[in-house]
């Protein structure tokens, strides 16, 4: 059975710009290992993205920054793309973990796009991004206790429990990508019209890396606010 995403209505109220893009397909578990310099080539190009600083300078981080304040966010809670960069500019590389994060991690230093990702077969029914309504309990990536969501936070959520925080902030244990997933999604978000361009060729650029490095053939939408939802199938 298909899966379906779908945005609330009340996420648009607070970020009525908001695109996402998704990218899903099949792996072949067999092949898991992109290129070795693909990191260190992405963590180079990220630099061009934090010239500035401090880093809430760069136009890239600043306009994340301020589509943070427009939600409940944890303290110190920043886009995903920004705590990239950031390693990157301070020179502490973002390692491999495995083919498919390694890959999705290249485009979004490259991009500066947030970008997350999701095993299909962990997600319980359909995938949801909303606005919290009550605390639920979150079991982040590398975190041994149950963290506390926020009310009016914006997560990613399935029919049973939380997926993400703050966005794509802090992805969970639950659905994260390993060396074993095959149906996989991925998630881009971007919050400035002004960059749709640059958005559109992030998808392509991260369908291409897939195809090429890990043989995986996939299909991508686009979700906003006049197209609120798509199958992932």
């Known amino acids: 059975m298909s899966k379906i995403f779908s945005v ?7 970020l009525p710009e908001l695109e996402i893009g998704l990218v899903y397909g099949y792996r072949d578990e067999s092949i898991d290992k992109a290129p070795v310099d693909l990191l260190t080539k992405a963590n180079q190009q990220a630099l061009k993205w934090v010239i500035e600083d401090p880093i809430s300078a760069n136009p890239v981080i600043k306009s994340w920054r301020d589509t943070f304040q427009k ?3 944890k303290k110190g809670a920043h886009c995903a793309v920004e705590n990239l960069l950031k ?9 491999p973990i495995n083919g498919l994060v390694d890959v999705y991690n290249s485009v979004s230093l490259e991009m500066a796009f947030p ?5 299909l077969d962990k997600v319980h029914g359909n995938l949801t991004l909303l606005v919290a309504k009550q605390s639920e309990d979150f079991w982040a990536i590398g975190e041994s206790e149950a963290e506390k969501t926020l009310v009016g936070e914006i997560i990613y959520h399935d029919d049973d429990s939380v997926l993400t925080r703050c966005l794509n902030w802090r992805d969970s244990t639950t659905t994260g990508l ?3 997933t095959q149906n996989v999604a991925f998630l881009i978000e971007n919050n400035d019209p002004l960059r749709h361009a640059d958005f559109l060729a992030t998808i392509n650029l991260l369908q291409k890396r897939l195809a090429d490095f890990l043989d995986i053939k996939t299909t991508s939408n686009v979700v906003n606010q006049k197209q609120d939802s798509c199958e992932l199938s």
């Open 71 to 73: 939600f409940k966010t």
């Open 87 to 95: 390693r990157a500019k301070q020179g502490k590389a973002v390692k």
């Open 8 to 14: 609330n209505p009340d996420v648009w109220q607070l």
């Open 115 to 119: 970008i997350g990702g999701f095993d």
């Open 178 to 180: 390993t060396a074993t």
